[in-house]
């Protein structure tokens, strides 16, 4: 069911879970602000969920609240986790699905990189 991104933060959401270590995750890359692992159910070749240390449910929550060095680090984050995986050249898609109507899952902030084969028009149609 998609979530409803104004909700108040679920600190038992997966991705918390995976946070804190209460289950596994493939992991990518690790710092103070970041978590990135592959995604579960890929829909491309390189499919990585970035995360933020911080109990965000969204982009909205995140970008309103999250200190500018939360921020900072998140987005420094995910440019080098794509580019460390090689994906600048071939080039990638970041997708952060916010609430209801863009089918958001999980209720922590995660950005999609997409990457390793043509990726499509930018929605269905
Ligand atoms: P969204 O629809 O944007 O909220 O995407 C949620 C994503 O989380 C989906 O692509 C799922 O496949 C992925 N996902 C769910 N549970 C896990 C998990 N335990 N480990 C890795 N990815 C997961």
Redesign the pocket.
């Known amino acids: 069911m998609p979530i409803d991104a104004t909700q108040p933060y679920d600190d038992q959401n ?1 991705f918390a879970k ?1 946070l804190r270590g209460d ?1 596994p ?1 493939k992991k990518v890359f690790e710092d103070e602000f970041a978590l990135a ?1 592959h ?3 890929p829909q491309a070749p390189h499919h990585i ?1 970035v995360i933020p240390k911080g109990p965000y449910v969204s982009w909205d929550d995140f970008s309103a609240k999250a200190s500018d060095a939360e921020i900072a680090g998140f987005v420094r984050a995910v440019g080098h986790v794509a580019r460390e995986a090689g994906l600048v050249k071939p080039g990638y898609r970041l997708l952060a ?1 916010t609430g209801t109507n863009a ?4 209720p922590h902030l ?1 950005v ?1 990189i997409f990457a390793g084969r043509q990726l499509g028009p930018m929605l269905s149609r």
């Open positions: 997966i995976i289950i995750s692992f995604d579960i159910n969920l699905n089918h958001q899952e999980v995660h999609h």
